[in-house]
């Protein structure tokens, strides 16, 4: 009897001791060359995607559907539990540059709900909620799910500059980590590469005509010192800018000068004397214009577009003496 318990102890021992070689997942990316998973290897797969060409109206762009660049085929059973899911890094922005045009990065589940990045935790693989109710078998499918996704809201982002994000940049990157039977493991990591150039367009406008001299008509003293402090509503004189642009561009104007003592928004008298007496000038929504102080009048401009704006005396209560009036100002329009 002593002999058959040693025996039985060392068999126990010996079958503990057996790998287990049907954990192993076999794979084949899309490009690139097939490999084995089997528990802690890790694999990064350089990913060359294509997303362009990109404007200001592009809200959504693809960058890749993991049914489309990658296969695995293993045992995704009660036993194996072979499963992905992303974790650790996750989900990561790569570029500076698209984040300033404005997108996202997104990783879209099996049932199409969005998940920001990084998008830890979110299954892939094979199915959204990691389940393993497939066929104890060495080579079942494992299908893959999830579309990683760069999304932007619409006038998002700064696109003044149309400086290219060259080929064989990196655009993002995600982590995902592999179950085999209980324990997870660090797997395989894409990194999504341009494949070419990324050119944002350029926006822009061209000035062809503007008023440069804007004439008030005439006003007594007498009306301007009755009517009392601030702005002369009952002359004006209309002046605008006709601007040829590049749809969909945005538009902004700064207007700066020399500004009447106690205000910020009234240009000075130019000839001295009346220093009690400035110009202002109003947007056609009636805001004052505020010198040094960049106003967007254009969300998404038409090819051709007109500013228009209106002129006014502004006293400021005190002496008013007899004499010509004068102000100048220079503005800078900015577009992107």
Known sequence: MKGIFIFLKILLIT????????????CDPTPGSSFTLNNAPQYVINQQVSIGPIDKNTLQIEVADLNKIIKCTGGAGNFYRNAFKVDGSGLTLSSTRVEQLGFGLYLNDENGVAHTAPANNVCVAPDVNCNYNYADTNNNPIPFYGKVLLK??????????????????EIARLQTYYRSQTLWYPSLTWIFILKDDLVPPDYTCNITQYDKSVTLPNVSRTALQNHGNGRYPDVKKEFQFALNCDASTAVSVTFEGDVLNGTDNVLKNAYSGNDNIGVQMLFSDNTPVKLETKYPVISSAQENEILKLNAYYYYKGGDVGAGPIKANTTFMFDYQ
């Open 15 to 26: 079958f503990l001791l057996t790998p287990v070689s049907a954990l192993a997942l076999d």
């Open 152 to 169: 932007r809201a619409s006038g998002a982002g700064n696109w003044s500059s149309d400086d290219k994000i060259p080929a064989g940049t």
